[in-house]
């Protein structure tokens, strides 16, 4: 299972890729190989504001459909619309062609309440 | 999952990485490499299921005097040796009890398959109807049964049971050796491929997977790959689609009930020919699949319930079937709904998939080998 290290991770399987103001989110290996064959992924508009640890977006596999949750709270500038043709970028590429969206974050103190890659290995370890 | 039952091959399906989980109060493998890519090498190649947790029962008997033929909706008079056939056990209120497929292995004898949840039920319905005379017996422990599905499945097959098999017609058994035991092999399955499912003693299970396996070609599918390839022959599942609460004609499968015989619960369907309500099979306009549950509206009318939904491999959208208790015809428009999520979908005639191969004849086998 892949865990990049420069990114902060929630205990629902998120992942938050931070530069400055902004923020590419997604979810994680971990996620995508619980789901297994993702087919569908429905993300809040660009534009919307997100809060962390809220739902934006529910992403399908073929067997269920699950909620995904804001790593942090902003504003959507961007979604990645490559997923409404190509959903299994996903199980792909979790971290890269299959990211979520991209937010301009608007508070500070969210990337505190987050794991980092260490934290969430271990957290991922204890599950299983 | 301490007391969910295992099969003989859990260890060879931990050993190939599989996902397990409980199903029917068994822990059965649900995916190996995964749903899409299992699918899709049964509808183009072939590959092997473990089915195992299903049940099967030996009658011995004349089944109008063991009472046999009153269990079953279909006539067992008109089933020749060595075919199959598929039907239902109904209730007093012509719910169904359970689906299942029997064999007739002799003139008087005969194999009853049916689903691994129902099987207590299932035997407790047939000793209290079958006159105490009658031979039945619970063999469902003793017996271990793999499907071997695909349009390579009798290439692959041909190698273990030997080049009779190509003999058999769609829905016909036939008794060959493998591995040093006499064993049933019939050409049926619930895929809409061609393919064939083997019955062979519990102790020898094991021995006959890898044997299958080991031809290259022949890859292992789990319960999922299984729910979206009978999903999309729109083939009900029990305990889903048809339940003790659902009669074959709500179901659409008054094919498979001879209204021209007695059985238990025909007075019943007779009081109510006419349901109120149906099973139909729809066309997501997107990829977004309904799901078991979703209401289904009519004109904005609440009109019923998805009883089985998911994505579509070979249609890449989501497909489904459920109730509804409006007319609803082929081509109507609907809309599937659960809290925010609405779902348009198009009312059509099964099977969604339309190139299964289950059917082909003898001459198409000899091109495609």
């Known amino acids: 299972m892949h865990i990049p290290d420069d990114l902060l991770y929630t205990k629902e399987h998120e992942w938050v890729r931070i530069k400055g103001k902004t923020a590419a989110i997604g979810i994680t290996d971990y996620a995508q190989g619980s789901l297994g064959d993702i087919t569908f992924v429905d993300i809040a508009k660009a534009g919307n504001a997100i809060e962390q640890f809220k739902q934006y977006a529910t992403v399908e596999s073929v067997k269920a459909a699950s909620d995904v ?47 980092s890659a260490a934290e969430y290995k271990k957290y991922v370890e204890g599950l299983s | 999952m301490m007391d969910l039952k295992k099969t003989p091959l859990i260890y060879e399906h931990e050993r190939l990485g599989a996902k397990l989980a409980p199903f029917g109060g068994w822990l059965m493998p649900i995916q190996y490499s995964g749903i899409i890519a299992e699918h899709v090498w049964t509808r183009s190649e072939v590959s092997l299921f473990d089915i195992c947790h299903m049940g099967e029962f030996v009658i011995r008997g004349e089944p109008e005097k063991s009472g046999f033929n009153n269990i079953v909706t279909f006539d067992l008079r008109t089933l020749p040796i060595f075919s199959c056939r598929y039907g239902f056990t109904l209730n007093d209120a012509g719910g169904i009890i359970d689906d299942l497929i029997v064999y007739r292995t002799a003139e008087n004898e005969w194999m009853v398959v049916v689903n691994a949840a129902t099987i207590d039920g299932d035997e407790a319905h047939f ?56 064993i049933i092999i019939s050409r049926t399955g619930y895929t809409g491929e061609l393919g064939y499912e083997l019955y062979i003693s519990a102790d020898k299970v094991k021995e006959l997977w890898k044997k299958l396996l080991a031809d290259g070609r022949v890859k292992p599918a789990g319960l999922g790959a299984r729910d979206t390839l009978r999903l999309e022959m729109t083939y009900p599942l029990y305990g889903q689609d048809i339940t003790a609460d659902t009669t074959p004609l709500e179901a659409d499968k008054g094919k498979f009930v001879d209204l021209n015989k007695d059985f238990i619960g025909k007075p019943a369907l007779l ?6 309500r149906k099973l139909i099979s729809f066309i997501a306009e997107s990829r977004r699949s309904p799901r078991h549950n979703y209401r289904i509206l009519v004109n904005g009318k609440d009109a019923g319930v998805v009883t089985s939904g998911s994505f579509s491999p070979s249609l890449s959208c989501g497909i489904g079937m459920g109730y509804v208790d409006l007319p609803c015809a082929p081509g109507s428009r609907i809309t599937l709904k659960e809290n925010d999520v609405e779902i348009g979908a198009t009312v059509t005639k099964g099977p969604f998939y339309k190139k299964g191969t289950a059917k082909i004849s003898e001459d198409s086998h000899a091109h495609t080998g």
């Open chain 1, 69 to 115: 949750y804001a790593p942090v709270s902003g504003k959507i500038s961007k979604i990645n619309g490559e997923l409404a043709i190509h959903p299994e970028l996903v199980n792909q590429s979790p971290y890269d062609k299959g990211y979520f969206a991209v937010v301009d974050i608007n508070n500070d103190k969210d990337p505190s309440r987050l794991m």
């Open chain 2, 127 to 182: 000793r209290k109807h079958l006159s105490r005379s009658t031979d039945f017996q619970n063999v469902s422990s003793a017996l271990g049964k793999l499907d071997l599905q695909g349009p390579r499945s009798l290439d692959s097959l041909k190698r273990l049971a030997g080049p009779g098999v190509a003999n058999l017609d769609y829905y016909k058994l036939g008794y060959f050796n493998v591995l040093g035991e006499k």
């Open chain 2, 271 to 276: 009081k109510k020919s006419k349901p109120s």
